[in-house]
């Protein structure tokens, strides 16, 4: 079946930018997709990529999407404390229109 | 976007009883999902709510433990049934935004607790 991955943690200074990445394994993924959940929320769509797209750009989030490598990243530009939240990579593929998630990642911005 | 409200937020509730979560979109929608979130886990999927027919369910979900009512195109419900502690997750409904687009918003999340 769909397996997506990601690294569990990541921390970096505020002002840096965080780069999350995430490997996905279904050839057929056609959305792939970044939540982002703070502490006791529910999951903020930050921003979806389709498969024929290489990079798409939103204020200081950058996506790029290797599909050859089937990689996906999520850059935040200036990182700021309140972008400390768990990062979820997830993907769609063809007509399901369901989605498969991967473990998250946990990025700690440090001051 | 869409907004969706759940009820309850949170519930602790007695091993053996069941509970119904609902889930209420401000627009009509024709995918309409279930997510479990267990504890420090990632989000898996319980089915898919049909509208005007039976729910699709996943591998490992079964309509008896989680029966799920779609009984138009703004509402759900999911029910646990005889719960248990493993029962204890964050249960999530989600919606698609249609309209060709692809996004897919989540509501805030039902944080069960069985005891």
């Known amino acids: 079946g769909e397996d997506v991955e990601q690294s569990l943690f990541l921390s970096v200074r505020e002002g840096d930018s965080s780069v999350i990445n995430c490997t996905y394994t279904?050839?057929?993924?056609?959305?792939l997709y970044w939540y982002k959940q703070e502490p006791g929320a529910g999951l903020q769509l930050l921003t979806y990529i389709f498969s024929n797209m290489d990079m798409k750009q939103d204020q200081r989030l950058t996506v790029l999407l290797n599909k050859k490598d089937k990689h996906l990243s999520l850059r935040i530009a200036d990182t700021q404390t309140g972008d400390s939240a768990i990062y979820f990579c997830a993907e769609s593929g063809g007509s399901a229109r369901q989605l498969t998630f991967g473990s998250g990642t946990q990025l700690t911005v440090l001051p | 976007s869409a907004v969706i409200s759940q009820k309850p937020s949170r519930d602790i509730c007695q091993r053996g009883t069941s509970l119904t979560i609902q889930c209420q979109v401000d627009?009509?929608?024709?995918?309409m999902f279930w997510y479990r979130q267990q504890p420090g886990q990632s989000l898996t999927l319980i089915a898919t709510?049909?509208?005007?027919?039976?729910?699709?369910?996943e591998s490992g979900f079964v309509i008896d433990k989680f029966p799920i009512s779609r009984p138009n195109l703004t509402f759900s419900t999911l029910t646990v049934s005889n719960m248990s502690p493993e029962d204890s997750s964050i249960y999530l409904c989600?919606?698609?935004?249609?309209?060709?687009?692809?996004?897919?918003?989540f509501g805030p999340g039902t944080r069960l607790t069985v005891l």
């Open positions: 989600s919606v698609e935004a249609g309209g060709g687009l692809r996004e897919q918003f």
């Open positions: 279904d050839s057929s993924s056609t959305y």
């Open positions: 627009s009509q929608v024709t995918m």
């Open positions: 709510a049909n509208q005007g027919s039976e729910a699709t369910y």
